[in-house]
C-alpha cells in the first residue's frame, strides 16, 4: 500500500511568489491535515480536510489556504511568500472513521520550501 | 502559546542507558496523548499513544507514563540504541469531532554507542 506522496520534495522561491504544495494521502484515507515544521516552533497544524470540507484551522493568516478535491487529494496554497514562510510542510492522512481523532495519522516525508 | 511543553530539547544517551522525555499540558479536554518518532528526510511516524484512563502503556522497550491529576506524561526508552536516534515529539488531542492535534516542540534524541 503506498504512502502518503507530497509533491514537489523541495521548493526555493522568493518573497512576494506564491506556491502551491500538493499531497495524496494513501487510498481510503478521507482526512487529510496540513503542518508546518520548524526548529523553532515544531510542528504547527495549519488545517484539515474532510470530504472536501475544512474541518478545522490553526492559527495563521489567510495568506495561507487549502483544498482537498473529491479522490481525497489536498493542495494548499501560501500567497505573498515571506522569508518567515521557509519551513517543511508536511501533510497527514488518516481514515478518520467516525470523526475520531485517534485513528493514526500518517506522514508524507514533506515538502522543503525555502524563501529568498 | 505553547498549550504542549516538551523538554528536554537535545538528548544524549548512552547505548543501552535509558532515554526519557518529558511532556505537560494545559488544556484539560485532551484525552489522546500519542508520541511521533521522526527520523530525517522523513516525515514523523506514530511510535505509541495513551489515553488518560492508564497510567501506563508499554510496547517494546517504549513506554509512556501517564500523570493525570500532573497533567503530565514521559516516554522511556528502555536499552537505548543508536538507532533510536531521531527527533521525538509528544502530541495532545481531544478524541472526538475535528480537533487539532498539538504537538510539543520536539526532543532530538542522539544514542552514542
Known amino acids: 500500500k503506498a504512502g502518503v506522496t507530497q509533491t514537489p520534495r523541495y521548493l526555493i522561491k522568493t518573497r512576494g511568489q506564491q506556491v502551491t504544495l500538493s499531497c495524496s494521502p494513501i487510498?481510503?484515507?478521507?482526512?487529510v491535515s496540513w503542518y508546518q515544521q520548524t526548529p523553532g516552533q515544531g510542528l504547527q497544524f495549519l488545517f484539515e480536510?474532510?470530504?472536501?470540507?475544512?474541518?478545522n484551522k490553526g492559527n495563521f493568516p489567510g495568506r495561507f489556504s487549502g483544498r482537498q478535491f473529491s479522490n481525497s487529494r489536498s493542495e494548499m496554497n501560501v500567497s505573498t511568500l515571506e522569508l518567515g514562510d521557509s519551513a517543511l510542510y508536511l501533510c497527514?492522512?488518516?481514515?478518520?472513521?467516525?470523526?475520531?481523532?485517534?485513528?493514526?495519522?500518517?506522514f508524507g516525508p514533506g515538502t522543503r520550501l525555502t524563501v529568498l | 502559546q505553547q498549550q504542549v511543553k516538551q523538554s528536554p530539547q537535545s538528548l544524549i544517551v548512552q547505548k543501552g542507558g535509558i532515554s526519557i522525555i518529558n511532556c505537560a499540558y494545559e488544556?484539560?479536554?485532551?484525552?489522546?496523548f500519542p508520541w511521533y518518532q521522526q527520523f530525517p528526510g522523513k516525515g514523523p511516524a506514530l511510535l505509541i499513544a495513551?489515553?488518560?484512563?492508564?497510567s501506563e502503556k508499554k510496547e517494546g522497550r517504549f513506554t509512556i507514563s501517564f500523570n493525570k491529576s500532573a497533567k503530565q506524561f514521559s516516554l522511556h526508552i528502555m536499552d537505548s540504541q543508536p538507532g533510536d536516534s531521531a527527533t521525538y515529539f509528544c502530541?495532545?488531542?481531544?478524541?472526538?469531532?475535528?480537533?487539532?492535534?498539538?504537538f510539543g516542540i520536539g526532543t532530538k534524541l542522539q544514542v552514542i554507542p
Open positions: 497527514a492522512s488518516s481514515r478518520k472513521t467516525g470523526n475520531l481523532n485517534t485513528d493514526t495519522q500518517y
Open positions: 487510498s481510503g484515507h478521507r482526512s
Open positions: 480536510y474532510f470530504s472536501e470540507t475544512q474541518r
Open positions: 488544556n484539560t479536554a485532551f484525552d489522546y
Open positions: 495513551i489515553r488518560p484512563d492508564v
Open positions: 502530541a495532545a488531542t481531544v478524541s472526538g469531532g475535528y480537533q487539532k492535534v498539538t
